[in-house]
């Protein structure tokens, strides 16, 4: 069993230690971590957890843990991944890996010199509708060959405001961001799941003039460019609620279409001919079930990759990748030109 530390018991936190029971395997709940001392103490009764720490440098000196989950405010990922490697503990991470490529980069050459695993809990690559879509794409049935797609994905909230311990997630001076990083990073890596690498970037930013909250990003729009070719239009949006399955993956093949979103998959066929050929629209199909939620998968594939059965999907080099679309996604706003990641990070950094 690898014995974890939870340093953080908000949502995310509470989310890891459901997580970890559900999975009933491989991982076990060593301690919780939370700087807040009555928060801490009544989280901990209500999860059954004995052991707290108000410090999570107290964590990393307990020689009966193994691992800790860092679940903090986004630019504290970075520095306690950085002692946490140094004390020899192995690290799952909170999405995103951290705030920067460059802040990525040292996290992971801070595990590989401390010969630990850095993982991310991304749980958007366990969904089902990711593993279905992916097959989907691979063996090209039923729609035949991809040749482009789109993904809508928002709701609406004119005050990008979340409420009591979880308001520093949109308030960038408390080491909060826009939808674009906060629920971007999930769509993002989604995307590589689905599709395969991103290859360059390109879009545009919006603010609505009902939009209370012009110092971030209200909604994100434009076209990832795919390694294998293939363009995709993205909206990633905190403006405009997309009603009933306008959003999700529209995916298009030389031999049909296919809609998927949150709730099932719906197939729309084409006899082969010309511009006249017949559209056949096809029952709304629900997705394979999974034995274990996402929020699940993700630890066991955590523990997997620490003991070395498996690697998973969400490895640190896998997510900066995503976090590096995320960069690319504003500096190609701020800019108004494509990004190339390449060229913009460097193969080595893309690995």
Known sequence: MLRTAIIGTGWAGTRHVEAIRELGRKLSVAALVDTDADFLAERARELGIEKTYTDYRDALADDSVDAVSICTPHELHCPMALEAAKAGKHILCEKPLALHVKDATRMIRAAERGGVTLYVAENNAYTAQARYLRRVVESGEPIGELIFAVHVWGFRM????????????TRPEMGG???????????????????????????????????????????????????????????????????????????????????????????????????????????????PEQPLSPYAQEMEAFADTVSGAAVGFTTARSERRSLAVVEAGYLSAASGKPVDLEARFGRGRLA
């Open 158 to 169: 004119e005050r990008f405001r979340y409420p009591g311990r979880r308001e520093w997630l």
């Open 177 to 287: 961001t826009g939808t674009w990083m906060l629920h971007g990073i999930h769509t993002i890596a989604q995307i590589r799941r689905i599709f395969g690498e991103v290859k360059t970037v390109y879009m545009r930013e919006h603010h609505a003039g009902t939009f209370r909250t012009p110092e971030i990003e209200g909604s994100m729009v434009g076209v990832l460019t795919l390694e294998s070719g293939v363009p995709l239009a993205l909206a990633q949006t905190c403006e405009s609620r997309p009603g009933g399955d306008m959003k999700g993956y529209q995916l298009f093949g030389d031999r049909g279409s296919l809609k998927g979103w949150d709730e099932g998959w719906r197939v729309f066929a084409h006899d082969a001919g010309d511009a006249g050929s017949a559209v056949r629209a096809a029952a709304v199909q629900p997705y």
